[in-house]
């Protein structure tokens, strides 16, 4: 499984980003997806999952309220839309997978699907 993120990139606190997942040749409809950030210094942590179909969603607490995942499976793809941006948001986001559900907490270990990351600099 190839997960590809884009979408970063620098904007001003209050702005907001869509960060874009693709994940192309498998069945994307059997996968849950999520979002992991990690910023300069600091564990990685989870911050969202969309789990397969219905698409219940999660978000940690940091975000809740600012962040709204979604998917498009005729696409291949997951979204997270990040508003409301603070500098604290800053960080390398990585987009993820795993069989099905959504496991809360997040945690590493439960994904064994990775991107690359792209990273999300928030200036004050």
């Known amino acids: 499984v190839q997960l590809q993120a884009s979408g970063g990139g620098l904007v001003q606190s209050g702005g907001s980003l869509r960060l874009s997942c693709t994940a192309p040749?498998?069945?994307?409809?059997?996968?849950?997806l999520g979002w992991f950030r990690q910023a300069p210094g600091k564990e990685r942590e989870g911050v969202s999952c969309?789990?397969?179909?219905?698409?219940?969603?999660h978000y940690s607490d940091a975000v809740k309220g600012r962040v709204t995942i979604s998917r498009d499976n005729a696409k291949n793809t997951v979204y997270l839309q990040l508003d409301s941006l603070k500098p604290e948001d800053t960080a390398i986001y990585y987009c993820?997978?795993?069989?099905?559900?959504?496991?809360?907490?997040?945690?590493?270990?439960?994904?064994?699907?990775w991107g690359q990351g792209t990273q999300v600099t928030v200036s004050s």
């Open positions: 993820t997978s795993r069989r099905f559900a959504c496991p809360s907490p997040m945690k590493e270990h439960q994904y064994p699907h």
């Open positions: 040749g498998f069945i994307f409809t059997d996968y849950a």
């Open positions: 969309i789990s397969a179909v219905p698409g219940m969603s």
